[in-house]
């Protein structure tokens, strides 16, 4: 049975001197789970796995592993283990000396030490690299070897600071795959640091988005996504569009908001927005979520007629940008080719066109 | 044109430079094998009766005896010293680091003729007769600043995160270091040492005020040098000093190198 609230993160704040890298972060990893820290440079993202590694003490609050809390335990007696964002090889042992680093300690027979060298090595597919000397290993190389100096110590929790962020795109999508994988083979909670939005919502099953010190949403990718609860959370992931609009009624299972320029749009509700009549709420919209037509579709609401201003075709997909009398900002759509190209249902720049969405799509988050 | 003769210009300039830094030197060897008693020109003859009367010359030998007792006690223990103060320096947040490090390196700065008179008058007062130990602890006074100079400029190449990577996976501080800080540091300590042993062996201000009755090689020297019969065979004795040094130069420079290359291709730098 895989223990819920493996790491426990408790109101930690940390203060450097004066500048307050986390504030009150609370933030709960189940055992087992794929767990992203997501955000922008310099939001605390490595502060908080270097408090969970034990190489910083929070400053307030604490942390807890498996029920046991941390702050009394040093670095080297933490059941975790890190990976680096710069792999930190020792650079004067090869690669079988790196991975068997940690080991030592535990007095293996020599026999039986070099089965578990041999084995990592298969793991991370560097079979016959074991002589080799960090110089010798390419970025990708290192970055496995680093993976298997720390999974060969069988630690209860893997913390990865951006592992492929100094990897190129093809090699960085191939890693993020394998690393997927080998998550799941090892069945170790991993938690991983990045700052790129696709990256954690492809490998991750829970994350947690963090800003300026403060954790803004835990959430699986796709609730992330689809349900951001805050206009910067839905801002940091993927692009929307924000319509200000006025609650007219509130349904059991819909809300109707009057937005102005795009006249009524119907929402669906769900537990977590219930706002009362008359509230003033942000709509937003996901630009591939927004169809759009020549022919007016057959619905009451959620519809709009503008302008296309700007069209740039992507291949797999167009961009859109509709300009719509009244609105301030022009609505952004992405649009699947699914057609063959230069289909007459294809919009061009200076089409009039009609939008449309689906009351499901709409989210709506709290004014600013 | 105004290229070239530039850089004939310069090249003069170099040989020149070369031949007022060298030729006086290379005297040394010369008139080493020269077969008179007089340091002159025209040159005698060759012979190698100065370096027999050296080698039988006992108060010669044993003052290069104890000058490489006391030089090599110096470069081990001024290293060590130099290199936990340098580790101090660039591993932790030392609060009020900068005056720290001003301080240890103040005997840097200080003139020998002061350190040695000041040093000469602490031991009498502390009732402690000058010996060969006075001398070592006067030379591990102003080495360590030196090797701390080339301690903290190879651990500031050094990547924090190996150390931390090594702590991870379960090394506590003490093992930390022998496992990665000193073999990673191991090209800055044979600096170190080479530096320090150097800096010992041929250090005459200090030992003059400091020494007892064992004389140190610069202050054996010294004595020697109001002899003129005895002269030749400081001669011979700085020929083989000479000769020492090149080879350990050469090599410390050739491990330099090598270690260089390796660093280079591993990203570490310095
Ligand atoms: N040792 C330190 N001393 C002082 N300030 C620090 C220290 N470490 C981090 N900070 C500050 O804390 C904040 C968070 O830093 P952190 O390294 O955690 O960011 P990050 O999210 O990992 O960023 P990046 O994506 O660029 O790696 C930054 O403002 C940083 O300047
Ligand atoms: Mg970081």
């Known amino acids: 049975m895989r223990k ?20 009150s972060v609370d933030i709960e990893v189940n055992e087992g789970e794929f767990f992203a820290l997501l955000g922008p440079s310099g939001c605390g993202k490595t502060t908080l796995l270097r408090i969970l590694a034990g190489f910083e003490s929070p400053t307030e609050g604490e942390v807890f592993i498996d029920g046991q ?18 792999y930190a090889i020792f650079p004067h042992l090869n690669v079988r000396q790196n991975i068997a680093y940690g080991l030592r300690r535990q007095r293996l027979p020599k026999a039986e030490l070099d089965a578990v060298i041999e084995r990592a090595l298969v793991l991370i597919k560097l079979e016959g690299f074991g002589e080799r000397r960090s110089d010798q290993l390419s970025g990708g190389q290192r970055q496995r070897v680093a993976l298997a100096r720390a999974l060969v110590k069988q630690p209860k929790v893997l913390l ?3 592992p492929l962020g100094a990897l190129d795109k093809r090699l960085r999508e191939q890693m993020q795959v394998e690393l997927r994988a080998l998550q799941q083979e090892v069945g170790v909670t991993f938690v991983f640091v990045t700052h790129d939005q696709e990256e954690a919502l492809s490998m991750s099953d829970r994350i947690a988005v963090l800003s300026e010190g403060e954790v803004l949403q835990v959430d699986t990718p796709e609730r992330l996504y689809e349900r951001p609860v805050s206009r910067e959370v839905a801002d940091f992931i993927g692009t929307m569009n924000f319509v200000e609009g006025e609650v007219e009624g509130v349904d059991t299972d819909m809300i109707s908001v009057d937005a102005g320029p795009l006249g009524r749009v119907s929402a669906a509700s769900d537990e977590r927005t219930r706002p009362g009549r008359g509230a003033r709420v942000l709509i937003a919209i996901r630009p591939e979520k927004i169809a759009v037509s020549r022919e007016r579709p057959d619905v009451p609401s959620n519809l709009v007629r503008g302008q296309v201003s700007a069209a740039s075709y992507l291949g797999d997909r167009s961009h859109l940008r509709v300009d719509v009398p009244g609105l301030g900002a022009p609505i952004s759509v992405a649009s699947q080719n699914i057609l063959p190209l230069l289909h007459s249902a294809h919009a061009a720049e200076s089409d009039a066109m009609w939008l449309s969405w689906p009351a499901s799509a709409v989210v709506l988050l709290p004014p600013e | 044109m105004e290229q070239t003769k530039r850089i004939d210009g310069l090249i003069v300039y170099g040989v020149i430079y070369l031949g007022f830094l060298y030729l006086p030197i290379l005297l040394i060897p010369l008139f080493s094998f020269n077969d008179s008693i007089y340091i002159a020109f025209p040159l005698k003859g060759f012979t190698l009766q100065w370096y027999e009367a050296m080698i039988a010359q006992d108060a010669l030998v044993r003052s290069l005896m104890n000058s ?3 030089a090599s006690a110096v470069a081990v223990i001024s290293t060590i010293f130099g290199t936990l ?19 240890i390196m103040i005997p840097f700065v200080i003139p020998g003729i002061i350190l040695g008179i000041s040093l000469l008058v602490l031991i009498n007062r502390l009732g402690v007769t000058p010996s060969l130990l006075t001398v070592g602890l006067g030379h591990i006074m102003i080495a360590i600043p030196f090797s701390m100079m080339v301690m903290i400029s190879r651990l500031e190449g ?4 190996l150390e931390e990577a090594s702590m991870d996976l379960g090394e506590g501080v003490w093992s930390t270091f022998w496992r990665v800080t000193f073999p990673l540091a191991l090209p800055g300590i044979v600096a170190s040492l080479l530096l320090t042993f150097t800096l010992s062996f041929d250090e005459f201000l200090i030992a003059f005020f400091l020494t007892g009755k064992e004389a140190t090689l610069p202050i054996f020297i010294f004595s020697q040098l109001r002899l ?8 011979a004795l700085g020929s083989c000093i000479l000769a020492a040094s090149t080879v350990v130069i050469a090599a410390a420079e050739y491990i330099r190198r090598r270690n260089l290359r390796s660093d280079r291709q591993s990203g570490l730098g310095v």
Not at chain 1, 5 to 23: D, P
Not at chain 2, 85 to 103: C, D, E, I, Q, S
């Open chain 2, 228 to 235: 003129s019969q005895k002269l030749p065979n400081v001669l």
């Open chain 2, 158 to 161: 050094l990547d924090r995160d």
């Open chain 2, 85 to 103: 103060a340098a580790k101090a320096v660039t591993g932790y947040n030392l609060r009020g680091k900068a005056p720290v490090v001003a301080f």
């Open chain 1, 4 to 23: 819920r609230n493996f790491i426990e993160v408790r109101n930690v704040t940390k203060r450097f001197g004066r500048v307050r890298a986390l504030h």
């Open chain 2, 68 to 70: 490489l007792k006391v």
């Open chain 1, 160 to 162: 990865l600071d951006e």
């Open chain 1, 69 to 86: 809390a941390m702050s009394a335990v040093p670095a080297n007696r933490r059941p975790v283990n890190m990976v680096f964002q710069n």
